[in-house]
């Protein structure tokens, strides 16, 4: 694991490997010749804090910046995302050394771009945030490089956030509070039911056992002939099939199990297009998305029940999908519970997320080393 040592204003140590090094290097100069440019007033009155972090976990390059005060509504002052999906359909998955390449390039000019955006110049940042984990090694090395290196040139602290944490409390970014909630997190990489006492308390409830439900998707998606990535590629197939076409498997629907498998599901889609070829694209997308939703909305309504919480949070790339929210829409008003779903710009990977996290850490007193490293199976 590459080590980067960094005192105010210059660099002095780096180790690793010689691809990092060279991603880092890179980074590192390209954000310090940008901050030493901008820094000129100094620190804001901290009643209000300004965060600017940085997401880049996997093929989104994102940079937010948020303001916000104790026990007040936050206000999302810029949100700019760098997607690299056509960089890496062609391939139809993402390939790491091409996202870290991109995240390098691209970054330096979003950092611009939110600044611009938000009318405010870098002095007015109050402390940077980045994602350290869970995630690709490499893409999460650049954009905690960056951020870390502009905490130590200007001074200002940084803050080390967990990506599932971004996404779980990303329902309630400019909203007042985060309340104790059951969120279920359902994106590519993670499928996850946690309890969320109040931010920073959280107990899991429930997982996968095997894929993720955007994996699902995904590799469902290249079965059907579908372009990566396959979540929103199957939400549009699904539109003009019908979904009890085919009865794929619920698995673990019975008992009071919260965590989740949805291997056998795309077995099972599988074995159908090995049997029938000719099967119509549509109607087993369609199925597949029922079966998905089926579980998702089962195990979430039980997991809020089991945690004793009247409100659910959904959040994470495939709670995008319309069907998606509709179904939790429909239980949950069928039920009685209070749904809060991500806005739709922040259910992929965002750094408005991130921001929010690093915004409630910094507001709570907590702040980070800037030689901690990234963790790429960091959990919650
Ligand atoms: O949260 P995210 O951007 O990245 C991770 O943290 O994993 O989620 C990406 C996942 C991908 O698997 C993608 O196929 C899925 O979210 N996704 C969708 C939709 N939009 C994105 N899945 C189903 N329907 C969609 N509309
Ligand atoms: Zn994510």
Known sequence: MAVTKIVRGQIVHITGSEGWCRVDLETLWRVKTFAIAQIASPMNDLRVAVILAIESSCDETAVAILRGKPDQRAELLSSVVASQIQEHRVYGGVVPEIASRSHSLNLNGLVEKSLEIAAIRMADIDAFGATMGPGLASSLLVGSTAAKAMSCISGKPFIAVNHLEGHLLSPFIEKTAVPHHTGLIVSGGHTQLMEVSSPGKYRKLGSTRDD?????????????????????????????????????????????????????????????????????????????????????????????????????????????????????????????????????????????????????????????????????NLSL
């Open 212 to 376: 993720a439900a955007g994996e699902a998707f995904d590799k469902v998606g290249k079965m059907l002939g579908l372009p990566y990535p396959g979540g929103p590629e199957i939400e549009i197939a699904a539109r003009n099939g019908n979904p009890n076409a085919y009865d794929f498997p619920r698995s673990m629907m019975q008992g009071g199990e919260l965590d989740f498998s949805f291997s056998g599901l795309k077995t099972a889609v599988l074995y159908t297009l090995q049997k029938d070829p000719n099967a119509k694209t549509e109607d087993i997308a369609a199925s597949f998305q029922a079966a998905v939703v089926d579980v998702l909305v089962e195990k979430t309504i039980r997991a809020s029940k089991f945690s004793n919480t009247r409100i659910i949070g959904l959040s994470g790339g495939v709670s995008l999908n319309r069907y998606v929210r509709q179904a939790f829409m429909d239980r949950c008003k069928k039920e009685g519970f209070q749904l809060e779903i991500a806005n739709p710009d922040l259910c992929t990977d965002n750094a408005a997320m991130i921001a929010f996290a690093a915004l409630l850490r910094f507001l709570s007193g907590k702040i980070d080393p800037l030689d901690g490293d990234i963790n790429p």
